[in-house]
């Protein structure tokens, strides 16, 4: 069963909060920003911190939930970006009673981990399907400054969700 922190919904509906703002940074902000032709991952970030500072369950639901504003917004196939931020979520969740929540050094490891995952997973579902081969070049120009974005900009996200969730947790 699904456990709200201190029975409060204002939990519930400052995570909504942050997904949106996440969001909408992610597709109206990080686009006018040229480094490298990359933007990084907010919900990707936001996906893998939940579940890692909370659980299996709650890293599901928010990665359900960042998936589906990305199947919205983005065109391909729909519930590919449900799966992924899905299974990520729910993945980073067993992790969670196995670190220490004050290091940064398992977040930045999931970051790289987490990143690779999810552009390859995005090659194969929305560019190997179309016959598009070009794998080197994917992983050089797209894949490698995505990650990499998303790398130092989790050092960032994550202390500010950790944050959050200690002062949610007393």
Known sequence: MIKIRHGKISTVLVHIIIIMFAFFIQTSIFPLIPFFNASPNLLLIITFSYGLLYGESIGLITGFFCGLLCDMY??????????????????????????FEDSITTPMLLSLA??????????????????KFNLPYYFVN?????????LIVTVIVYKFIYRFHFIWKR
């Open 74 to 99: 983005f065109s391909g196939v729909f519930g590919s970006f449900m799966l992924i931020y899905s299974l990520i979520g729910f993945g980073n969740g067993m992790l969670n009673t196995s670190f």
């Open 114 to 131: 987490n990143g690779f995952i999810y552009n390859f997973y995005i090659y194969f579902v929305h560019f190997l399907v179309r016959q």
């Open 142 to 150: 797209v894949m490698i400054p995505n990650v990499l974005f998303t």
